[in-house]
């Protein structure tokens, strides 16, 4: 419909899906603010679109190397604020486009196998973030990562993970002899945060993989459905 006169207005353009131009990395979306519309008359907004970076890489299985697929790929600014994800393909590689070159410090890349694919592995992997610091379950950053700087118009590449063999738990939940379905379980111990370890199903039965080997052991605990 047409814009009421009167008015101003904030003008996005997302640089997302832009075609064109002589960047290989993708574009930065711009906006524009305090936008006038008169009355019988066209308002002429331009915009230029500043190129991106892009982050590229390859996730393995560090028992022999294969190439782990539907491995999610998260991206972190220097606040720790989550900006970008994406997933590996079938040979294990991923693409972080349209990334906000870095002025200083770099991104954290961290890497999350909950449902990876691929590899020897039947207790699935233990997350890490770059360059191949564990364990990362997905809250706090383990120390020690590398951060990655980002570039205008270049892709950084080769920013790649070997994800180790995890571990798993599995049980029963009963009361009484009958199974008690979803039934939260939790695990406990150091450099755990993100505590729900797993849900019983209709048999009272939970699996846990990915998990990082531990000498010290995790406390389980069971709570009511």
Avoid: K
């Amino acid at each position: 419909p047409p814009a009421p006169a009167g008015q101003s207005y904030s003008i996005y353009f997302g640089g997302a899906g832009a075609a064109g131009g002589e960047s290989m990395t993708g574009y930065l979306g711009s906006s524009q603010s305090g936008v006038s519309v008169a009355p019988g008359a066209f308002t002429t907004v331009d915009a230029t679109l500043q190129s991106a970076g892009a982050i590229t890489g390859t996730v393995t299985a560090l028992d022999g190397g294969a190439p782990l697929q539907r491995v999610a790929v998260e991206l972190y600014d220097s606040s720790g604020t989550s900006v970008e994800d994406a997933s590996t393909d079938a040979n294990g590689f991923y693409t972080l486009p349209a990334l906000s070159p870095t002025t200083s410090g770099g991104y954290t890349v961290c890497f999350d196998p909950a449902n990876a694919v691929g590899g020897a592995s039947t207790t699935g992997y233990v997350g890490n973030c770059y360059s191949n610091v564990e364990p990362w379950h997905g809250a706090v950053f383990p120390p020690g990562t590398t951060p990655v700087p980002v570039t205008a118009q270049t892709v950084t590449g080769s920013i790649d993970a070997a994800l180790s063999t995890g571990g798993a738990i599995s049980g029963t939940v009963t009361h009484d002899g009958s199974p008690v379905a979803n039934a939260p379980v939790f695990w406990y111990g150091p450099g755990i945060y993100n505590n729900v370890l797993a849900i019983t199903d209709a048999n009272g039965n939970y699996e846990a993989i990915g998990l990082p080997p531990s000498t010290t052991g995790y406390t389980i605990c069971f709570g009511a459905s």
